[in-house]
C-alpha cells in the first residue's frame, strides 16, 4: 500500500527565507511521487515529479525536491519564499503500475512580507 | 494539447435538491477519471474514479454516484443533496498507470443550504 504523510499543516516563512515543506512516504514498490500546488479556489497544479530518474528534481516557480530512499522522503524546498508562494501544497504517491494518487493532508503556506 | 473542463464554477443549493457536475476532457483518449472532493480545511477525498466508459469505481460510501456515458465524460451526480455536500469538487484525468501525474480541473465549488 501507499501513502504520504505530509509534516506540518501550516508554515509559515519571510518573504525571502527558504521554504521547506515535509513529505514522507510510504510505499510496497518504487513510488512516483509529485508534489501539486494549490492556489485559492483553484484546482491542482503539478509543481513536479519523480519517477525514478534523477533524485533531484526541478519544478516550476523555483521549486525543488529531493528523493531520499534511505529516509523515504520527497521534501519540497525553494531558496528564497516570494509572497506568490503562498498556497496549499499536497505531496502524492503512485506506484508504476497503479491507476490512483494517494494524497497527503496538505500543508498550507504563509508567506510574510 | 489535453485540457480539462469543469463546471459550474459555484453552485448554491438548497438541501435536498438534486446535483449534476460535470467534467469533460479534451485532446485524448480512454483517459483515467477522478472526481475528488476537498471540505472545508481538509485535504483530497477520492470519490469516484474511472477506467473506461461505464465502469466506475466508488471509494467511499455516501451520497453521491458518478457516470460515464462517453469516453471523456464524468458526471457526478446526487438525488437528494445534503449539508455535509458542501465542499469544493475536483475532477481529474490522467494516461494509464498514473505515473504522469494527474491534471485537475479548476474546480466547483457547492454550498447547499
Known amino acids: 500500500a501507499q501513502s504520504v504523510t505530509q509534516l506540518g499543516s501550516h508554515v509559515s516563512v519571510s518573504e525571502g527565507a527558504l521554504v521547506l515543506l515535509r513529505c514522507n512516504y510510504s510505499s510496497s514498490v518504487p513510488p512516483y511521487l509529485f508534489w501539486y500546488v494549490q492556489y485559492p479556489n483553484q484546482g491542482l497544479q503539478l509543481l513536479l515529479k519523480?519517477?525514478?530518474?534523477?533524485?533531484l528534481v526541478k519544478g516550476i516557480n523555483g521549486f525543488e525536491a529531493e528523493f531520499k530512499k534511505s529516509e523515504t522522503s520527497f521534501h519540497l524546498t525553494k531558496p528564497s519564499a516570494h509572497m506568490r508562494d503562498a498556497a496549499e501544497y499536497f505531496c502524492a504517491v503512485t506506484r508504476s503500475t497503479g491507476n490512483q494518487f494517494y494524497f497527503g493532508t496538505g500543508t498550507s503556506l504563509t508567506v510574510i512580507p | 494539447s489535453q485540457t480539462i473542463h469543469q463546471w459550474p464554477a459555484t453552485l448554491v443549493q438548497p438541501v435536498g435538491s438534486p446535483l449534476s457536475l460535470e467534467c469533460t476532457v479534451e485532446g485524448t483518449s480512454n483517459p483515467n477519471l477522478y472526481w475528488y472532493r476537498q471540505a472545508a480545511g481538509r485535504g483530497l477525498q477520492l470519490l469516484f474514479y474511472s477506467v473506461g466508459i461505464g465502469q466506475i469505481s466508488s471509494e467511499v460510501p455516501q451520497n453521491l454516484s458518478a457516470s460515464r456515458p462517453q469516453d471523456r465524460q464524468f458526471i457526478l451526480s446526487s438525488k437528494k443533496l445534503l449539508l455535509s455536500d458542501s465542499g469544493f469538487y475536483l475532477c481529474?484525468?490522467?494516461?494509464?498507470?498514473?505515473?504522469?501525474?494527474?491534471?485537475f480541473g479548476s474546480g466547483t465549488r457547492l454550498t447547499v443550504v
Open positions: 481529474a484525468w490522467s494516461v494509464e498507470g498514473s505515473r504522469y501525474g494527474y491534471t
Open positions: 519523480y519517477t525514478s530518474a534523477a533524485t
